[in-house]
């Protein structure tokens, strides 16, 4: 009999800006109570659509760095001129609990990550083209020409550390993207090296167990395995 730790998954979710990990993320935690999203802390302005505490935990730049100097923040990373963040304690708590949390996270923080838990599950989002990556920053409208075209250049070097990751998932169809995100964290939970403890019945007690049944057939070497048995 095989039992797997109780404790929970780490799983970094990473990929271009407008790839649609968030879009992936909200499907994976749909009606699954054992998925808990961390929210990370940023320095950088809310956009119409953030809200305090689901998307982020807004900071100005000096309340960021206080921070820091606590060693609140489990890795945290500059980007694009702001800081970005992952609190710890909350995500110590769930693990503990068995819990599974995914941090959404920038390629710089991943790699700290991976330093700090090399165990951890690494999942890329890919866009299907560099074309449709362009076209989905410009459909956002909620950034000039300039700051889309800084994100792109950003987002084409981070698509050169896929090989960083454990897994790289293109999302060109939101359904199927997010079929195979939960595809490889279901599956990541057979991995030998989340086996607590293995315990294995005597062999030959099942053996005679197994030829003792009444129903057994009674041949010469039937007979003769009981004798040995």
């Known amino acids: 009999m095989i039992r797997n730790k109780k404790t929970g998954q780490l799983i970094v ?16 935690l749909k009606n699954n109570n054992n998925v808990w999203l961390s929210v990370s802390a940023t320095s950088r302005k809310p956009r119409k659509i953030d809200e305090e505490g689901v998307t982020y935990y807004f900071l100005t ?25 992952t609190p710890k ?33 690494f999942i890329f989002i890919m866009p299907p083209s560099e074309k449709e990556l362009l076209k989905r920053l410009k459909n956002r409208q909620t950034e000039d020409k300039e700051i889309i075209i800084e994100r792109f250049n950003t ?5 050169n550390e896929v090989t960083k990751y454990n897994y ?37 007690e099942i053996i005679h167990e197994f030829l003792m049944e009444e129903d057994f057939d009674n041949s010469p070497l039937t007979e003769k395995l009981k004798e040995e048995a």
């Open 89 to 121: 304690e909350k995500i110590i708590e769930k693990i503990e609990k068995g819990i599974d949390v995914i941090l959404e996270i920038e390629i710089q923080g991943a790699k700290k990550i991976k330093e700090l838990i090399p165990e951890a599950l």
């Open 13 to 28: 979710i990473s990929g271009p800006s407008g790839a649609g990990k968030g879009s992936i993320i909200n499907e994976v």
């Open 168 to 204: 790289v998932v293109v999302n060109d169809n939101l359904e199927e993207a997010v079929e195979k995100v939960k595809a490889i964290i279901k599956a990541e939970k057979c991995r030998v090296d989340r086996i607590e403890e293995m315990l294995v019945a005597n062999k030959e």
């Open 61 to 85: 730049k000096e309340e960021f760095e206080e921070k820091i100097k606590e060693n609140y923040f489990l890795e945290y990373a500059e980007y694009s001129g702001n800081y970005y963040g």
């Open 155 to 159: 987002a084409y070097k981070e698509m």
